[in-house]
C-alpha cells in the first residue's frame, strides 16, 4: 500500500522567507503525486499536480515542487512567505491504478511578520 | 470549474440520531469520496464510490454507510451518531479517465458536532 510522510507536522517562517515542507512517498513505482492547501474552515483546495512532463512542477500562488524520484520526494517550496500563506498543507499521491488517493497528516504553515 | 457542494456546514445533532449528509457535485465525476478530519490524523477515508450504486468501504466505515442513487450525489449516513463522531467531514470527486492523474476536488466540508 501506498503511504505518505510529511516531516514536521508545524511550521515557522518569518514574512519573505523561504517555504519548505517536505513530502515523501513509499512506492517502487512512482505515483501520482499532489500537493493541497486548506485554510481554516475550508476544504482543499489544488495546488499542484506531478504530470511526469518535468520534474519541477509549478502551482498557484507561487509555490512550486519538485519530484525526485531517487529520493522518494516531492517536498514543496516558495522563495518568499507572505502572511496569506498560512494555512494547512497536505501532499497526496494516488498510484498508477484505481482510485484511491493517500494523505499525508499535514502541515501546519504559520508565517511570522 | 467544479463545483462540490455539501449541505451544511455546521451540523449539531445529538447522541443515537440517524444523520445525514449530502454533497452533489457538477461535473459528471464519476469518483466520490468521503473523508473524515480530525486534528493530527490528516485526512481519513470513510467510504468511496467509482459510480452509481456501487461503493467500497474505506479504512474507517464502521458506524457509517452511504448511498449513491445518482451520479451526481453521495451521502454519508451516520445510522446512531455518537460522540466520537464529532469531526469535519470532507466530501470530494474526481473524474476517472485520461490523463490518469486527475485531482480530487473537496467541497467546503461539514463540521458535525455530536451532543
Known amino acids: 500500500a501506498q503511504s505518505v510522510t510529511q516531516l514536521g507536522s508545524h511550521v515557522s517562517v518569518s514574512e519573505g522567507a523561504l517555504v519548505l515542507l517536505r513530502c515523501n512517498y513509499s512506492?517502487?513505482?512512482?505515483?501520482?503525486l499532489f500537493w493541497y492547501v486548506q485554510y481554516p474552515n475550508q476544504g482543499l483546495q489544488l495546488l499542484l499536480k506531478?504530470?511526469?512532463?518535468?520534474?519541477l512542477v509549478k502551482g498557484i500562488n507561487g509555490f512550486e515542487a519538485e519530484f525526485k524520484k531517487s529520493e522518494t520526494s516531492f517536498h514543496l517550496t516558495k522563495p518568499s512567505a507572505h502572511m496569506s500563506d498560512a494555512a494547512e498543507y497536505f501532499c497526496?499521491?494516488?498510484?498508477?491504478?484505481?482510485?484511491?488517493?493517500?494523505f499525508g497528516t499535514g502541515t501546519s504553515l504559520t508565517v511570522i511578520p | 470549474d467544479v463545483k462540490v457542494t455539501q449541505s451544511s456546514r455546521y451540523l449539531v445533532k445529538r447522541t443515537g440520531e440517524k444523520v445525514f449528509l449530502e454533497c452533489v457535485q457538477d461535473?459528471?465525476?464519476?469518483?466520490m469520496f468521503w473523508y473524515r478530519q480530525d486534528p493530527g490524523l490528516g485526512l481519513r477515508l470513510i467510504y468511496f464510490?467509482?459510480?452509481?450504486?456501487?461503493?467500497e468501504k474505506g479504512d474507517i466505515p464502521e458506524g457509517y454507510s452511504v448511498s449513491r442513487e445518482k451520479k451526481e450525489r453521495f451521502s454519508l449516513i451516520l445510522e446512531s451518531a455518537s460522540t466520537n463522531q464529532t469531526s469535519m467531514y470532507l466530501c470530494?470527486?474526481?473524474?476517472?479517465?485520461?490523463?490518469?492523474?486527475?485531482?480530487?476536488?473537496f467541497g467546503d466540508g461539514t463540521r458535525l458536532s455530536i451532543l
Open positions: 470530494a470527486s474526481r473524474t476517472y479517465g485520461t490523463p490518469v492523474n486527475q485531482p480530487q476536488h
Open positions: 512506492s517502487s513505482v512512482p505515483p501520482y
Open positions: 506531478y504530470t511526469s512532463a518535468a520534474t
Open positions: 497526496a499521491v494516488t498510484p498508477n491504478t484505481g482510485n484511491q488517493f493517500y
Open positions: 461535473m459528471d465525476h464519476e469518483n
Open positions: 464510490s467509482y459510480d452509481v450504486k456501487m461503493k
